[in-house]
Structures are given as structure tokens and as C-alpha cells.
């Protein structure tokens, strides 16, 4: 492969700042899709189409052009432009540097009389009339025509160093190079079929196409490229993982599963025994398990992979409990020596705050197979955490780990058996496409005695006013905010600052904080106090979101609530309604920014989790929602799975075909789109074996 730094205007030092951005050859640049396209045509050239933002920009003959001093450091360089539709203003701003001209490039090419375009941004956001200018060309520079105006204009994600005209210029000349060269991996017979258009023109027009009609057809070439080889790559995993033979035997002993049962005080629902039988089921086969666990807040998911721990354990197998954060992890291991009181098991917790002696402690009785299950944040994935006989590894709320992550904790063992549990809902074929390797348990309702709880918008007088009644008849509550200190954005309200006012508004009741910056300590102290009910408002961040079960508490107050996704606000709101009394959720905004208005309505109108992230998946996107831009793993260039899901159907339909008709992709069509899985799905991210 061609090295970027020999690309016509690179060089060595360039080449380091393409490297920030996973740019190292030709190949890599020309296959770096933009994050958006501007239409800088005129206006009157303009065509609707999704993808596409109309740019800012104003085409002219110079009349004037003068410099001002403000009463800062500023300059300012002003531009009137006569245009077909009247007189426009460019402003050009730089900070005074009394060793040079700031200026001087400006003054040498926007001369009187000189035709030019110039984008920026409206300093009135409904007139075009008068810009804060970003670049500006020459009418007569041919060269600039064909890459920055007048045209459909790529924007990339840029690094410091690199600017949007150089990575423009960049990205032109290795098209120029590169794209007759563009090998087709899909089979001959396939882009026809579904009307592709041919590999070496959309890497072309992806970037700078010639109208809208060849910008959408590159957009669907690469966007169906993406899907088809993501839902073969999980197909063959699920393959392969189903041929692996784990060595090992489980027997239900019942030993640790009887006092269990019995420690626990209720009895599980029917989708809980549903949800055990199958992981017993898939324990005891001779292949290792690969599950995904879905239920909504509150459905009872822990005691569901307790059980499949202990079976473990009955069978002298250790078990690992990942979560995502340290009060998850605290709160778990507290729900566990609840659950597991009398049984004799040995379990510890482990997280990057220990001390150094405790740490050694619990890493050496893990390696001598001293402790059953181990609980912990992703420091369980750490390279010194060394098991004895790990044969299940637990992954909770599975979006917040990368596929890597994953992948790095289920080799700890020999082949052992994973269940991975999350509360965000998936639809079906989502699922099918995105955990293709995984079969799926749903548990579908809520345990017995679980109170709905009622949601209403609220302003901040009336949430105070709740949470004093709240209080007053003996009842607990949650008042959270979306940052810890004080933020430049006025809207946005602080717990540290909130917590201060609160005391003052609440004197006489006891009103703790709770934050993710806080020693470990002192948040389990601060959680013991509000679960013994000696704290009676709870002041918190987002970090108190999933895993806290204190029954009395009966209300929840979020206050900017306009500043989460529907699932946090789902989990936040699951907090209460724990116990035998009514609880509430007020939702209180400051703001209806985007799409905030219609989050806060799908809110107060459901409180069904399965609904909530089909909405917000709509709203938000898949993978935001599903964590597919978690730690970078796989990140899709250009596919969007709420948007494009007829090409992802396509593409699963696709997929079927060719692996009934070639299971090992051998066969002469389907070579190239062996090799491509190879480089990216088994040589890259190790995630599927293509020797």
C-alpha cells in the first residue's frame, strides 16, 4: 500500500497528523468517508436530499473591503460583495499580532472588482446577507472550483493540524489516484442485483459527487457494504462458536440452588424460570454459551445470573461479574451478599480504586481458586487478574464494554460459557444483525408487587414541593442533576452548587451528595446511609442510574431532564417504585432544544422499556443506543442501523443466501468477500477465526 506521506502535499510531518486519525496509506484516506456533505452550488441548483446541509455561501464581485480595531485584540476584515440578489457582508476575523500582518494574505487576494466565493455562518441565521467567514476562493481558480464551491462539498473529522481545505485537497488528489484502482469484493452477481453502483465510481462520487442522485447511490453502496460483511462476520462467529467443544460438564446439584431459592423471599416470574432454563440449557450442552439476558429496569436480571453462577459453582467453577462502573459493582456485591448469605461461597470485589494490599490479596486468592465469583469494574479485564477455573463470565449492561473487552474477559477461561445482560430493549432485527452470535432470553414482565410508576413534567417549584410531602410522610427521594461542578452553559445545573441550596431548602432533613469523583468509601457510606433510610434526600449525578434498590424511596426528581436519552431517564426513573408505596417521576426541563420535547412526551406516555428504546433508537440512533461506538470497536463509517434498516434487511437476506450456498465462502465469487472479512473482522479485530 501506498504510504500517505508520498500523496502529492503530504510529506512525513503531515502524515504524522493523518496518523491520529487511522489515516497511514492511500487506501485508508480514500476510504475515510466524510461525517456530512455541504451544497455549496448556488441556490437556485439546490435539491432536497437527507444527507445533505445547505452551506452559507455567497458568490460576487468585490466592492469594498477595510479593516477595524475593536477594543480588544481583535481585527476585523469586512468585505461587501455585490451579488445577483443585492449587496452582502463578509466579516473575516484574527487576533492582533503586532509582529505581522494578520491580514496581508486577505489584502493581496480580495482585491476591488475580483469575483469570489466566500461560506461561513449567517450572523442572522434567516439571511445569507451577512457572514462570519470561514474560506473564501477565487472565482477564476479552476481548482478550487472542482474541490471547495460550486459544487456538493465532503466535511471530515479533522485532527489539530489539519484543516477542512487541506483535508479536502488531500482527499481530491487520492481520488484522482486511487479510485480507477478500487477492487470489488462482492460477489459479481450481488450489486447488480440490488442496483449497487460500481465500487470504483461511488469511491469517487462519496466524496465529490456530481449531484445528489450520485452522492445517494455511493452513500447506498458503501452503507450496504458495511451491513452485509458486519452480519456475516457475526454469523460466522455464532458458527464457530457452536463447533468449539468446551471440555467441561455441568450436573445440577442443587446444593447451592435450593438455599438460594430459599434465601431469596419470592418466587421468580415466569419469564425469570423461562430465562434459567435456558442458560442451564445451553450450560449443559457440550458448546460453550453465548447469551444475551434482555430485560427492562427492574425485571429482575441479577438473580437470574446468580443462578447460572452457582450452577457454576456447584460444578467447582469460577465465575466473573463485570459492571460498568464502581457503585454498580458496590451495589451488585451488596445484592449478592443479600442473596447468597449461608451458602458458604466465596466472593470478593474488584475495582481500579483498591488499595494496592487488598488487590494482591484478592489476585492471588483468585489464582489459587480461593474465591467463586469475582465481581468488578473493567478491571476484572486487566492482564494481572488470573483465575484458577473460570468457567462463566457475567457482563452487565453489555453497551458500556467493547466487543474487545469482551472478548479479552472470555479468554481468561478455556472456553468458557458468557452470558451478557442488558436493560436497553432491542428490536429483533437489530439483534439479529448486531448480536448475530448471541441467542436471546427476554424477561418480560416485572416481578410481583413492582408499583407503576406515574411521570409528569414538572417546573422546579413543584418538584421541591413533592419531594417536602415525600419527606414529610416518611418517604425517601432522588433529586439528580447532569454535572458535577459548574459548566459555561447556564441551563446546565451542577450537583456540588444544587447540593449547597438544597441543605438551605431542606433544613431540617438529612441531604446527602453523590458523585463518580468521590471515593469509593465515601459513596458506599453515603448509599449505606440512604438505604438504612438515614438520609432523607439524595443529591446525585447520573452515577446512580442503574443498581440502586432502596424500597422507601418513592420520588424522583431529574432536572434537566432535556439532557438524556430515554434509556438514562428510563433507568433513573426505575429507581423508585421499589416498595409498597405510590412513587412519582417529575421531569424537570430548562430547555426544548432538538429532540428533547419529544423524549420528555414518549416519557410521561410510556414507562415500557421495550417501547422507550424503540423510540429513542428512532430518535437517537442504534449505535449510540447500543453502544456501538463503545471504545471504537467496529464503529460503522456510514451506516446508520435506525435509518438504513431496508438495506440491512437486504443484506441479512443476502447473507442467508450465500452461506447456505457456501458455508465456508470458498467458492470463487465469494473469495473476495472471504479476503475482505479476514482483514477487517478476523486480522484486525480478532472477533472471527479465517486462516
Given at each position: 500500500?501506498?504510504?500517505?506521506?508520498?500523496?502529492?502535499?503530504?510529506?512525513?510531518?503531515?502524515?504524522?497528523?493523518?496518523?491520529?486519525l487511522?489515516?497511514?496509506?492511500?487506501?485508508?484516506?480514500?476510504?475515510y468517508?466524510?461525517?456530512?456533505?455541504?451544497?455549496?452550488?448556488?441556490?437556485?441548483?439546490?435539491?432536497?436530499?437527507?444527507?445533505?446541509?445547505?452551506?452559507?455561501?455567497?458568490?460576487?464581485k468585490?466592492?469594498?473591503?477595510?479593516?477595524?480595531?475593536?477594543?480588544?485584540?481583535?481585527?476585523?476584515?469586512?468585505?461587501?460583495?455585490?451579488?445577483?440578489?443585492?449587496?452582502?457582508?463578509?466579516?473575516?476575523?484574527?487576533?492582533?499580532?503586532?509582529?505581522?500582518?494578520?491580514?496581508?494574505?486577505?489584502?493581496?487576494?480580495?482585491?476591488?472588482?475580483?469575483?469570489?466565493?466566500i461560506?461561513?455562518?449567517?450572523e442572522?441565521?434567516?439571511?445569507?446577507?451577512?457572514?462570519?467567514?470561514?474560506?473564501?476562493?477565487?472565482?477564476?481558480?479552476?481548482?478550487?472550483l472542482?474541490?471547495?464551491?460550486?459544487?456538493?462539498?465532503?466535511?471530515?473529522?479533522?485532527?489539530?493540524?489539519?484543516?477542512?481545505?487541506?483535508?479536502?485537497?488531500?482527499?481530491?488528489?487520492?481520488v484522482?489516484?486511487?479510485?480507477?484502482?478500487?477492487?470489488?469484493?462482492?460477489?459479481?452477481?450481488?450489486?447488480?442485483?440490488?442496483?449497487?453502483?460500481?465500487?470504483?465510481?461511488?469511491?469517487?462520487?462519496?466524496?465529490?459527487?456530481?449531484?445528489?442522485?450520485?452522492?445517494?447511490?455511493a452513500?447506498?453502496?458503501?452503507?450496504?457494504?458495511?451491513?452485509?460483511?458486519?452480519?456475516?462476520?457475526?454469523?460466522?462467529?455464532?458458527?464457530q462458536?457452536?463447533?468449539?467443544?468446551?471440555?467441561?460438564?455441568y450436573?445440577?446439584?442443587?446444593?447451592?440452588?435450593?438455599?438460594?431459592?430459599?434465601?431469596?423471599?419470592?418466587?421468580?416470574?415466569?419469564?425469570?424460570?423461562?430465562?434459567?432454563?435456558?442458560?442451564?440449557?445451553?450450560?449443559?450442552?457440550?458448546?460453550?454459551?453465548?447469551?444475551?439476558?434482555?430485560g427492562?429496569?427492574?425485571?429482575?436480571?441479577?438473580?437470574?445470573?446468580?443462578?447460572?453462577?452457582?450452577?457454576?459453582?456447584?460444578?467447582?467453577?469460577?465465575?466473573?461479574?463485570?459492571?460498568?462502573?464502581?457503585?454498580?459493582?458496590?451495589?451488585?456485591?451488596?445484592?449478592?451478599?443479600?442473596?447468597?448469605?449461608?451458602?458458604?461461597?466465596?466472593?470478593?470485589?474488584?475495582?481500579?480504586?483498591?488499595?494496592?494490599?487488598?488487590?494482591?490479596?484478592?489476585?492471588?486468592?483468585?489464582?489459587?481458586?480461593?474465591?467463586?465469583?469475582?465481581?468488578?469494574?473493567h478491571?476484572?479485564?486487566?492482564?494481572?487478574?488470573?483465575?484458577?477455573?473460570?468457567?462463566?463470565?457475567?457482563?452487565?449492561?453489555?453497551?458500556?464494554?467493547?466487543?474487545?473487552?469482551?472478548?479479552?474477559?472470555?479468554?481468561?477461561?478455556?472456553?468458557?460459557?458468557?452470558?451478557?445482560?442488558?436493560?436497553?430493549?432491542?428490536?429483533?432485527?437489530?439483534?439479529?444483525?448486531?448480536?448475530?452470535?448471541?441467542?436471546?432470553?427476554?424477561?418480560?414482565?416485572?416481578?410481583?408487587?413492582?408499583?407503576?410508576?406515574?411521570?409528569?413534567?414538572?417546573?422546579?417549584?413543584?418538584?421541591?414541593?413533592?419531594?417536602?410531602?415525600?419527606?414529610?410522610?416518611?418517604?425517601?427521594?432522588?433529586?439528580?442533576?447532569?454535572?458535577?461542578?459548574?459548566?459555561?452553559?447556564?441551563?446546565?445545573?451542577?450537583?456540588?452548587?444544587?447540593?449547597e441550596?438544597?441543605?438551605?431548602?431542606?433544613?431540617?432533613?438529612?441531604?446527602?451528595?453523590?458523585?463518580?469523583?468521590?471515593?469509593?468509601?465515601?459513596?458506599?457510606?453515603?448509599?449505606?446511609?440512604?438505604?438504612?433510610?438515614?438520609?432523607?434526600?439524595?443529591?446525585?449525578?447520573?452515577?446512580?442510574?442503574?443498581?440502586?434498590?432502596?424500597?422507601?424511596?418513592?420520588?424522583?426528581?431529574?432536572?434537566?431532564?432535556?439532557?438524556?436519552?430515554?434509556?438514562?431517564?428510563?433507568?433513573?426513573?426505575?429507581?423508585?417504585?421499589?416498595?409498597?408505596?405510590?412513587?412519582?417521576?417529575?421531569?424537570?426541563?430548562?430547555?426544548?432544544?432538538?429532540?428533547?420535547?419529544?423524549?420528555?412526551?414518549?416519557?410521561?406516555?410510556?414507562?415500557?422499556?421495550?417501547?422507550?428504546?424503540?423510540?429513542?433508537?428512532?430518535?437517537?440512533?442504534?449505535?449510540?443506543?447500543?453502544?456501538?461506538?463503545?471504545?471504537?470497536?467496529m464503529?460503522?463509517?456510514?451506516?446508520?442501523?435506525?435509518?438504513?434498516?431496508?438495506?440491512?434487511?437486504?443484506?441479512?437476506?443476502?447473507?442467508?443466501?450465500i452461506?447456505?450456498?457456501d458455508?465456508?465462502?470458498?467458492?470463487?465469487?465469494?473469495?473476495?468477500?472471504?479476503?475482505?472479512?479476514?482483514?477487517?473482522?478476523?486480522?484486525?479485530?480478532?472477533?472471527?477465526?479465517?486462516?
Amino acid at each position: 500500500m501506498t504510504s500517505i506521506q508520498f500523496l502529492k502535499g503530504v510529506g512525513p510531518k503531515k502524515a504524522e497528523l493523518f496518523g491520529r486519525l487511522g489515516i497511514e496509506s492511500l487506501d485508508d484516506l480514500l476510504f475515510y468517508f466524510p461525517r456530512g456533505w455541504e451544497d455549496r452550488r448556488l441556490p437556485a441548483r439546490r435539491e432536497p436530499l437527507p444527507c445533505l446541509d445547505p452551506a452559507p455561501i455567497i458568490k460576487g464581485k468585490i466592492k469594498s473591503v477595510r479593516d477595524l480595531y475593536t477594543s480588544s485584540q481583535l481585527r476585523i476584515f469586512k468585505t461587501v460583495v455585490e451579488t445577483p440578489y443585492g449587496e452582502a457582508e463578509a466579516s473575516f476575523f484574527k487576533r492582533h499580532n503586532p509582529r505581522f500582518d494578520v491580514f496581508a494574505p486577505l489584502r493581496k487576494d480580495l482585491k476591488e472588482g475580483r469575483v469570489v466565493w466566500i461560506t461561513g455562518t449567517p450572523e442572522d441565521p434567516l439571511f445569507v446577507s451577512r457572514l462570519r467567514a470561514d474560506e473564501y476562493y477565487a472565482d477564476d481558480d479552476a481548482r478550487a472550483l472542482k474541490m471547495h464551491v460550486g459544487r456538493i462539498v465532503p466535511v471530515y473529522p479533522l485532527t489539530e493540524g489539519l484543516t477542512a481545505r487541506f483535508m479536502r485537497e488531500a482527499v481530491y488528489e487520492a481520488v484522482q489516484a486511487g479510485h480507477e484502482a478500487v477492487w470489488d469484493f462482492l460477489p459479481p452477481a450481488l450489486a447488480p442485483r440490488r442496483g449497487l453502483v460500481a465500487r470504483d465510481l461511488a469511491a469517487r462520487a462519496i466524496h465529490f459527487p456530481e449531484n445528489n442522485f450520485e452522492l445517494a447511490a455511493a452513500r447506498r453502496r458503501f452503507i450496504y457494504e458495511e451491513l452485509l460483511l458486519m452480519t456475516l462476520a457475526w454469523a460466522l462467529k455464532k458458527r464457530q462458536t457452536k463447533s468449539v467443544q468446551k471440555g467441561f460438564v455441568y450436573e445440577v446439584k442443587k446444593t447451592l440452588l435450593t438455599p438460594f431459592r430459599a434465601n431469596l423471599g419470592f418466587q421468580f416470574t415466569a419469564s425469570q424460570a423461562h430465562a434459567i432454563n435456558e442458560i442451564f440449557t445451553d450450560m449443559q450442552a457440550p458448546t460453550p454459551m453465548a447469551r444475551l439476558l434482555e430485560g427492562d429496569v427492574g425485571s429482575g436480571k441479577t438473580v437470574v445470573a446468580l443462578s447460572a453462577m452457582l450452577l457454576a459453582a456447584e460444578n467447582g467453577g469460577q465465575s466473573v461479574f463485570a459492571a460498568p462502573t464502581e457503585i454498580l459493582a458496590e451495589q451488585h456485591y451488596l445484592t449478592f451478599e443479600r442473596f447468597l448469605k449461608g451458602l458458604g461461597l466465596r466472593f470478593a470485589l474488584l475495582t481500579g480504586r483498591m488499595k494496592a494490599a487488598e488487590k494482591k490479596k484478592i489476585l492471588a486468592d483468585l489464582a489459587d481458586g480461593k474465591i467463586d465469583i469475582l465481581l468488578g469494574t473493567h478491571a476484572v479485564i486487566s492482564d494481572g487478574v488470573k483465575f484458577k477455573n473460570l468457567r462463566l463470565v457475567v457482563i452487565d449492561e453489555q453497551h458500556r464494554f467493547g466487543v474487545r473487552q469482551r472478548a479479552a474477559l472470555r479468554a481468561k477461561g478455556d472456553r468458557a460459557d458468557m452470558l451478557i445482560m442488558t436493560a436497553t430493549p432491542i428490536p429483533r432485527t437489530l439483534f439479529l444483525a448486531l448480536y448475530g452470535d448471541l441467542d436471546l432470553s427476554v424477561l418480560k414482565e416485572l416481578p410481583p408487587g413492582r408499583k407503576p410508576i406515574k411521570t409528569t413534567e414538572a417546573d422546579e417549584v413543584t418538584a421541591f414541593a413533592a419531594a417536602k410531602e415525600e419527606v414529610a410522610k416518611g418517604r425517601q427521594a432522588y433529586i439528580v442533576y447532569p454535572v458535577i461542578e459548574e459548566t459555561a452553559e447556564a441551563d446546565m445545573k451542577s450537583v456540588k452548587a444544587e447540593f449547597e441550596r438544597l441543605k438551605v431548602l431542606f433544613r431540617g432533613k438529612k441531604v446527602d451528595m453523590m458523585h463518580g469523583r468521590m471515593p469509593g468509601e465515601l459513596k458506599k457510606q453515603v448509599m449505606d446511609d440512604f438505604a438504612a433510610g438515614r438520609t432523607d434526600i439524595l443529591v446525585a449525578t447520573q452515577v446512580i442510574e442503574v443498581g440502586i434498590d432502596v424500597p422507601n424511596a418513592t420520588l424522583m426528581v431529574i432536572n434537566n431532564a432535556e439532557r438524556y436519552g430515554l434509556a438514562s431517564l428510563h433507568q433513573l426513573r426505575g429507581r423508585v417504585g421499589r416498595g409498597k408505596w405510590d412513587s412519582r417521576c417529575l421531569l424537570v426541563a430548562h430547555a426544548r432544544a432538538g429532540d428533547a420535547a419529544e423524549r420528555l412526551r414518549a416519557m410521561v406516555q410510556s414507562s415500557n422499556g421495550f417501547e422507550l428504546s424503540e423510540k429513542d433508537i428512532y430518535i437517537r440512533g442504534a449505535g449510540e443506543i447500543l453502544g456501538l461506538r463503545q471504545h471504537g470497536d467496529m464503529e460503522f463509517k456510514i451506516a446508520d442501523m435506525s435509518r438504513d434498516g431496508e438495506i440491512l434487511a437486504q443484506t441479512m437476506e443476502d447473507r442467508e443466501a450465500i452461506l447456505a450456498a457456501d458455508p465456508d465462502l470458498a467458492a470463487p465469487e465469494n473469495r473476495g468477500l472471504r479476503k475482505k472479512l479476514r482483514d477487517l473482522y478476523a486480522a484486525r479485530w480478532n472477533l472471527i477465526d479465517l486462516s
